[in-house]
C-alpha cells in the first residue's frame, strides 16, 4: 500500500473533502478494466482491506453488483450466466470477467469539494491479485477476498532444504537473495526502505527447511527486528 503525498495530507487535513474511487480488475485477456465504468455500469459496491505488523501481507474485499441493466440490457458478471455480453474475451467467445488470480487495483482522488478529478489526480494505492471470489447465492453481490502481490511470495513454497552462508558469516540480504533465486524468483529484488540504513547483520552456516517463501525471508529479518513485506517501487 501507498502513502499519501503531502499535498493530499494538507486537503486531509481541511474541515470538507472529496475521496473519488475507481477500482480496475484484470479481464480473461489480461487488460485491466475500470469496474468503476466497465460496460457503462459503475459494478462497485465497496472495497476495504485491513493491514498491520504481523500480517505479512495486505488483504481486503472487493463487493460488485452481480447484475445491471444498462441501455435495455441485463448484463451480469456471474460466471454462470454465459449468455452475458461482460462474459467475453476480446474474440467475443465466453470467459468469466471475475476469476481467481486476477489482478485488481484500487485508485484514489483527493479533492475539495465540487472539484472533478482529472486522470493525473488518481494514485494507485492497491495492487492485488484475487483470490477466491463468491457470487452471492440468494444476494446479488460478488464478494473478492485479495491480498496484494506479496501473497505470491507467501503462497510460493520452498520444496527443497538447502545449506546457507558460510561458519564466518554472509550479509543477511545477500541469503535472501539466495533464497529467491534459489526457488525461481531471481526476478524479485530486496530494498531496504531506507536507503541510508545498514543492516550490518551476518548469517552463519544454517539449514533452510521447506515452507513458505515469504515466512522463510521474514524469519531471517526478524533476528534484528525488520521484516519482509511488499513495497511499491
Not at 492485488?128 to 473478492?144: E, K, N, R, Y
Request: proline letters at 4%; hydrophobic letters at 40%; charged letters at 25%.
Amino acid at each position: 500500500m501507498r502513502g499519501i503525498s503531502s499535498s493530499e495530507r494538507d486537503l486531509l487535513g481541511a474541515a470538507e473533502v472529496l475521496i473519488h474511487q475507481r477500482v480496475y480488475l484484470e479481464d480473461p485477456d489480461g487488460t485491466m478494466q475500470p469496474m468503476h465504468a466497465f460496460m457503462g455500469v459503475d459494478w462497485v459496491n465497496s472495497i476495504d482491506w485491513a493491514e498491520g505488523i504481523d500480517p505479512p501481507v495486505i488483504s481486503g474485499t472487493l463487493t460488485l453488483r452481480r447484475e445491471a441493466w444498462h441501455e435495455g440490457t441485463l448484463l451480469s458478471l456471474s460466471p454462470l450466466m454465459t449468455a452475458s455480453t461482460a462474459n467475453r474475451d476480446g474474440d467475443s467467445n465466453y470467459a468469466p470477467m471475475v476469476a481467481s488470480f486476477r489482478r485488481l487495483t484500487y485508485w484514489e482522488a483527493v479533492t475539495e469539494p465540487g472539484v472533478t478529478p482529472g486522470d493525473e489526480d488518481y494514485r494507485q494505492v492497491i495492487e492485488a491479485v484475487v483470490d477466491d471470489p463468491s457470487f452471492g447465492g440468494s444476494t446479488s453481490v460478488i464478494t473478492l477476498e485479495w491480498r496484494d502481490k506479496g501473497a505470491v511470495l507467501l503462497d510460493a513454497q520452498i520444496e527443497q532444504e538447502r545449506i546457507y552462508s558460510t561458519d564466518e558469516g554472509t550479509a543477511v540480504e545477500v541469503v535472501m537473495q539466495e533464497i529467491l533465486d534459489d526457488n525461481g524468483f531471481s526476478g524479485v529484488t530486496l530494498v531496504v526502505d531506507d536507503p541510508a540504513a545498514e543492516l550490518d547483520w551476518q548469517i552463519t552456516t544454517y539449514r533452510q527447511t521447506t515452507g513458505s517463501l515469504l515466512l522463510a525471508l521474514r524469519a531471517l529479518a526478524i533476528q534484528f527486528g525488520w521484516d519482509v513485506k511488499y513495497r511499491w517501487l
